[in-house]
C-alpha cells in the first residue's frame, strides 16, 4: 500500500516564504507531484520531481529526496490568493493513479 | 485548450439508486482517470481507461463502474448507491508526455 503524511494546517504571513513537508511510504515509486486545491475547486497540478532535487517554477519549488522518502513544497513571496489546500500525492507505477495525501491547509495572513 | 469538463455539478440521489456521470476530457489526453474526494480528505483513486479499457483500478466495489468513449470523454456509473458515497467525484485526465494530471471541477454527489 501506500501512505503520505503531510501537515493539515500551515499558517503564513502575506510576503513570507512557507514549506509544506511530506513524506511518504509506498510499494511503487514513479514521482511526488504538488495539486493545490481551493475550495470547490479542482486540483490544479503545480510541480513533479521524479529525480533527487529542486524543481523550481516561478514562486514555487518542490524538493524530493528518495532516499528519504521526503519531499516539499516551497511557495516564496506569499500572496493572499496562495490561501489553498495543497496535495502532495505518489504515483505507483503503470497504471496505478495518485495517491494523495490529506492535504494541508494553507492560511495567509495579512 | 478546452481543459476538462464534468457534468452535472451537483446532484441529489436517494440510497439505492444508480447515477451517471460525465467527462469530457482536455484535448490530446487519451487517458481519463476517476478520483472521490470526501470533505477533507485528498482525492481517492477509483479507476483509469486508457483506449476505452479499463487498466488501473483502486480499491473500490464492483459498483463503480466506468466506461471510455472513442472521443476520449468517460462515464463514471455507481449502482446501489449508500450515504457514504456523498462526496465529490473528479475526473482528471492526462497524456503520455506529461507528468501532470488536468481535473475538472468535479460533481457533489449527495445521497440522501
Known amino acids: 500500500g501506500q501512505s503520505l503524511e503531510q501537515p493539515s494546517e500551515v499558517t503564513a504571513v502575506e510576503g513570507a516564504i512557507v514549506q509544506i513537508n511530506c513524506t511518504y511510504q509506498t510499494s511503487g515509486f514513479y514521482g511526488l507531484s504538488w495539486y493545490q486545491q481551493h475550495d470547490g475547486g479542482a486540483p490544479t497540478f503545480l510541480s513533479y520531481n521524479g529525480l533527487d532535487g529542486l524543481e523550481e517554477t516561478g514562486r514555487f519549488s518542490s524538493f524530493l529526496s528518495r532516499s528519504d522518502s521526503y519531499g516539499y513544497l516551497l511557495l516564496q513571496e506569499l500572496q493572499m490568493k496562495d490561501s489553498a489546500s495543497y496535495f502532495c500525492?505518489?504515483?505507483?507505477?503503470?497504471?496505478?493513479?495518485?495517491?494523495f495525501g490529506k492535504g494541508t491547509h494553507l492560511i495567509i495572513q495579512p | 485548450e478546452t481543459g476538462v469538463t464534468q457534468s452535472p455539478t451537483h446532484l441529489i440521489k436517494t440510497r439505492g439508486q444508480q447515477v451517471t456521470l460525465r467527462c469530457s476530457s482536455q484535448s490530446g489526453h487519451n487517458t481519463v482517470s476517476w478520483y472521490q474526494q470526501a470533505l477533507g480528505q485528498g482525492p481517492q483513486f477509483i479507476f483509469q481507461?486508457?483506449?476505452?479499457?479499463?487498466?488501473g483500478r483502486g480499491n473500490f466495489p464492483p459498483r463503480f463502474s466506468g466506461l471510455q468513449f472513442p472521443n476520449y470523454s468517460s462515464e463514471l456509473n455507481v449502482n446501489a448507491l449508500e450515504l457514504d458515497d456523498s462526496a465529490l467525484y473528479l475526473c482528471a485526465s492526462s497524456s503520455p508526455d506529461s507528468y501532470g494530471y488536468t481535473f475538472g471541477s468535479g460533481t457533489r454527489l449527495t445521497v440522501v
Open positions: 481507461y486508457y483506449r476505452e479499457e479499463e487498466n
Open positions: 500525492a505518489v504515483k505507483g507505477g503503470g497504471a496505478d493513479g495518485l495517491t
